[in-house]
């Protein structure tokens, strides 16, 4: 299985988006396609994705040109039959990998738009511009672009034992990297670095660069990280973690393929942190960067 919302074929045309007559032109196309978001889910019927470019809910946010120059085109709508959440797509294949792409690209944006209606700055009503890539104050003039949450996520590595944690509210069995935030002024490998110690105790030392993942929930872009520890001893944080633990190569290994003996398994397989643990066990990453 494929990691989720990785690829985007779309080509989005920033140079061109500012441009209303553009944009109205490409909207305007007989060909032109538009997706419908509610939440977590899209619209379906018959198992497809739901593109026919007819009424449409404000905000309409572009996407981008696909490799035939037709234009993508996502609105949000009210929660209807045939919706799908986004994770019960990608776990069950259920759509072509570049459209669980372009449906967290949407996503991200349109939820964007529904939690940014006023300025931070003097609270007037914003107005949506360059196709859904700003809202503009038209009170003090400020300009708010779509916000992307970094997210660390690193699998540990120590004496050929691999660091995996859970959370209470997780399904029983699985285990996944620790994860959180970057803060302000931080560097990817600091975050690394300030997350493995406050969730587990453990120090964390080289930190390498794998692969990242788009993650509309909201919207977070999770960077992939593995990383060698320069501690072992654990001291777990109970408000973060119900559990940490080294596991063995061999343990890690049938957590990749769901037959260790205890049903432990690591992370579901469109996540990051699945392809992580296959990444430090020494295998070379599947994903496709290019
Ligand atoms: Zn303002």
Not at 207 to 217: E, G, I, L, N, R
Not at 227 to 251: H, N, Q, V
Request: charged share 25%; net charge negative.
């Amino acid at each position: 299985m494929p990691l989720a919302y990785v690829l985007n074929p779309l080509d989005r045309r920033a140079n061109d988006r500012p441009d209303a007559q553009w944009i109205a032109t490409q909207r305007g196309r007989a060909d032109a396609k538009l997706i419908r978001i509610a939440g977590d889910c899209a619209l379906l019927n018959d198992g497809r994705l739901v593109t026919e470019n007819d009424r449409a809910e404000e905000p309409v946010v572009f996407l981008g040109l696909d490799a035939q120059d037709v234009p993508w085109f996502a609105c949000r709508s009210e929660a209807a039959d045939g919706m799908r959440d986004l994770r019960s797509l990608a776990m069950e294949e259920a759509l072509p990998p570049a459209e669980l792409g372009m449906l967290a690209q949407a996503r991200s944006l349109l939820q964007w738009h529904e939690r940014r209606t006023y300025c931070s700055n003097c609270a007037a009503r914003l107005e949506m511009a360059d196709a859904g890539y700003r809202r503009h104050c038209p009170g003090c003039g400020m300009d708010h672009f779509p916000r992307t949450d970094p997210v660390v996520i690193m699998v540990v590595r120590h004496q050929g034992n691999i660091l995996l944690g859970r959370q209470s509210s997780w399904k029983p069995g699985m285990y996944s990297a620790l994860a959180g935030f970057v803060e302000p002024g931080e560097t990817i490998e600091d975050a690394a670095r300030r997350e493995v110690f406050e969730e587990s105790g453990v120090r964390l030392g080289a930190v390498s660069y794998v692969t990242s993942q788009p993650w509309p929930f909201l919207s977070n872009l999770m960077i992939g990280l593995v990383g060698d520890a320069t501690s072992a001893d654990i001291t777990l944080d109970a408000k973060e973690l119900e559990d940490a633990r080294w596991f063995t190569r061999d343990e890690a290994r049938m957590m990749v393929d769901r037959t260790h003996p205890d049903g432990f398994y690591a992370a579901n397989p469109y996540a990051i942190a699945h392809e992580l643990v296959k990444v430090a066990l020494g295998g070379e990453s599947a994903v496709h960067t290019s």
